[in-house]
């Protein structure tokens, strides 16, 4: 059975962080503070979903597992899972 790299998340008032786990190991990892003046956070995480799926596929990652770190599926947690799914990532 192949193992397939885990995308972990971490949900605050202020940022949402991702990384990218493989084995225990972090193959990479991003953080992204919302900003008050721009579009709504939900929007602002659905664009940041985009970016780290896109860097997945750039990093030859399609398949992946998603783990939420016990958030709820709702919101920001689930734009952020929207937008990959989007950047043409498999859950």
């Given at each position: 059975m192949k193992k397939r790299i885990k995308v972990i998340i971490f949900r605050s008032n202020r940022s949402i962080e991702a990384q990218a786990i493989f084995e225990d190991k972090v193959k990479f990892?991003?953080?992204?503070?919302?900003?008050?003046?721009?579009?709504?956070?939900?929007?602002?995480?659905?664009?940041?979903?985009?970016?780290?799926?896109?860097?997945?596929?750039?990093?030859?990652?399609?398949?992946?597992?998603?783990?939420?770190?016990?958030?709820?599926?709702?919101?920001?947690v689930k734009a952020f899972a929207k937008g990959m799914r989007r950047a043409k990532v498999v859950f």
């Open positions: 990892g991003r953080k992204y503070v919302i900003k008050k003046a721009e579009e709504s956070p939900v929007l602002q995480c659905k664009s940041f979903g985009e970016n780290f799926g896109a860097e997945l596929i750039k990093n030859n990652i399609k398949n992946i597992r998603f783990d939420r770190n016990d958030f709820k599926y709702h919101g920001r």
